[in-house]
């Protein structure tokens, strides 16, 4: 698939992603006895290089991690996405966008099994159909996959019918593969309206954006790539990074690095947990 043509989109639509996030931030619990996140998005970089014990979190389940259960009511519909959890101690969410990447998705998936952590995968179905046995390696470790559409068009310059295609036929390939239908949504380019919000809690998903940018489709670098994750760190953040869509070498060698020191910093990652209504 060639969507490095469409990553360059990206530049224009950052000015609008940052938008969504000041409007105001929706706020999830991942853990039902932690208390909401006080502060603003992408605020903690002071905060994220404080030294701190082990975290004693680290060898125990993930807190969105739970038996198979029946897909939640259909939300409300939301006029911003969600940007940040809230949750037992340091909690945080890794996120990987427009997979599954035989390349790239395996070293992830192997990273993320060492040391006992759950991510999300926001899949595109073009990629997704072509790799399923990818989606039900997630499904096995516990990992949440997320619908990312079909092709990865920017779904603002689509009219409904189209939009409701490209979910919904990501959706399809994500149940018959993972073993369930996604929950949650994200619009490429981070590109909301009012439209993809009522077609994606229509189809039983919750929008979910990020607070932490790790810009690592540019291909800034490896240590680039970490310092944008260390220093963004704090209770609460979702980081978007990428397993597809172009070369993610940098992407798998930084996880590799900063994920043990965020957990030997004291932070908990974890998945958010969808309730029923």
């Not at 790790?214 to 978007?240: F, M, N, Q, Y």
Request: glycine residues 10%; hydrophobic residues 35%; charged residues 25%.
């Amino acid at each position: 698939m060639k969507k490095d043509k469409l990553f360059t989109r990206r530049r224009v639509l950052i000015a609008g992603a940052a938008f969504l996030g000041a409007a105001g931030a929706r706020v999830l619990t991942a853990d039902p006895t932690g208390s909401p996140v006080r502060g603003t998005p992408g605020a903690g970089g002071p905060q994220a290089r404080q030294a701190l014990k082990p975290s004693a979190y680290r060898l125990e389940p993930m807190t969105g991690f739970t038996p198979r259960r029946p897909t939640p009511d259909k939300p409300a519909v939301r006029r911003e996405p969600i940007l940040r959890v809230s949750g037992r101690g340091r909690a945080m969410v890794l996120t990987f966008d427009d997979g599954p990447d035989p390349r790239y998705t395996p070293s992830i998936l192997r990273t993320l099994r060492k040391h006992d952590v759950r991510a999300m995968f926001f899949v595109c179905g073009e990629m997704a159909v072509d790799n399923k046995d990818l989606l039900a390696e997630m499904a096995d470790d516990g990992h949440i996959v997320g619908n990312h559409t079909w092709t990865h068009p920017l779904l603002t310059a689509l009219g409904r019918s189209e939009i409701r295609s490209e979910i919904a036929r990501t959706s399809d390939v994500i149940e018959d593969a993972y073993g369930e239908r996604p929950v949650w949504f994200r619009a490429p380019y981070g590109a909301w309206n009012r439209a993809t919000f009522q077609i994606g809690a229509d189809l039983g998903m919750e929008p979910l954006a990020w607070t932490v940018d790790s810009l690592d489709w540019t291909t800034p670098g490896t240590a680039t790539i970490i310092s944008r994750v260390e220093e963004g760190a704090a209770p609460g953040v979702i980081v978007l990074s990428h397993d597809a869509g172009g070369d993610r070498s940098q992407t798998v060698r930084a996880l590799r690095d900063y994920l043990p020191e965020l957990l030997d910093s004291g932070y908990h990652i974890t998945v958010p947990r969808r309730q029923n209504s």
